[in-house]
């Protein structure tokens, strides 16, 4: 069965940078674009970024564009997303998205002094 | 790019009827597939509606779909409420390949 499992939360102070990790297993990896989505505490659902089948075309939510940059490796089966120039406002837990019915269980960022 | 518009909260006793609207602010509704998603707290946002009006399999036939070019609008509808209902409650649509989310919509079952 498809499994999506993120890593790479943690607590990082605003203008440092993380990177986020996506291991996808139980399905052809390199077949599918993906998706990354978060929820800031007490929030609704925000769509971050996708990337295409493979990894050629990209697109990122206004509030992360030139900030974060999403990409994969095939071979691993591995997704990632690179945050940089970390704000309070991304704190939020930030899942790994397939499609509509496979999400990932998400990994909590939080962005503090 | 096009905004989806949910009401903040929804309440209703067990064993009635809901319906739960997702407006979107331009272009049409029909243009884009509609999905929703039931979030319980704590929990991962998991699929109860897909395609505008089909279910996933395991997700219970209470729960329905439908799209209203008229209002421009999505709608949930949720019949013989439970108790276990109770959980926040998204649209989400796409243009492109870029998802659009709805703010949410809090269900109270009491």
């Known amino acids: 069965q498809v499994q999506l499992v993120e890593s790479g939360g943690g607590v990082v102070q605003p203008g440092r940078s993380l990177r986020l990790s996506c291991a996808a297993s139980?399905?052809?990896?390199?077949?599918?674009?993906m998706h990354w989505v978060r929820q800031a505490p007490g929030k609704g659902l925000e769509w971050v970024a996708i990337?295409?089948?493979?990894?050629?075309?990209?697109d990122y939510a206004d509030s992360v564009k030139g900030r974060f940059t999403v990409s994969r490796d095939n071979s691993k089966k591995m997704l990632y997303l690179q945050m940089s120039g970390l704000r309070a406002e991304d704190s939020a837990v930030y899942y790994c998205?397939?499609?509509?019915?496979?999400w990932g269980q998400g990994t909590l960022v939080t962005v503090s002094s | 790019k096009f905004m989806l518009t949910q009401p903040h909260s929804v309440s209703e006793s067990p064993g009635k009827t809901v319906t739960i609207s997702c407006t979107r602010s331009?272009?049409?509704?029909?243009?884009?597939?509609v999905h929703w998603y039931q979030q319980r707290p704590g929990s991962v946002p998991a699929a109860v509606i897909y395609?505008?009006?089909?279910?996933p399999s395991g997700v219970p036939g209470r729960f329905s779909g439908s799209i209203d070019t008229s209002s421009n609008s999505a709608s949930l509808t949720i019949s013989d409420l439970k108790t276990e209902d109770e959980a926040d409650y998204y649209c989400?649509?796409?243009?492109?390949?870029?998802?659009?989310f709805g703010g949410g919509t809090w269900l109270t079952v009491l």
């Open positions: 989400q649509s796409h243009y492109g390949t870029n998802w659009v």
């Open positions: 395609e505008d009006d089909q279910r």
């Open positions: 998205v397939k499609d509509f019915s496979h």
């Open positions: 139980g399905f052809t990896f390199s077949n599918y674009g």
């Open positions: 990337i295409s089948y493979d990894g050629i075309d990209k």
């Open positions: 331009s272009g049409s509704i029909a243009s884009n597939s």
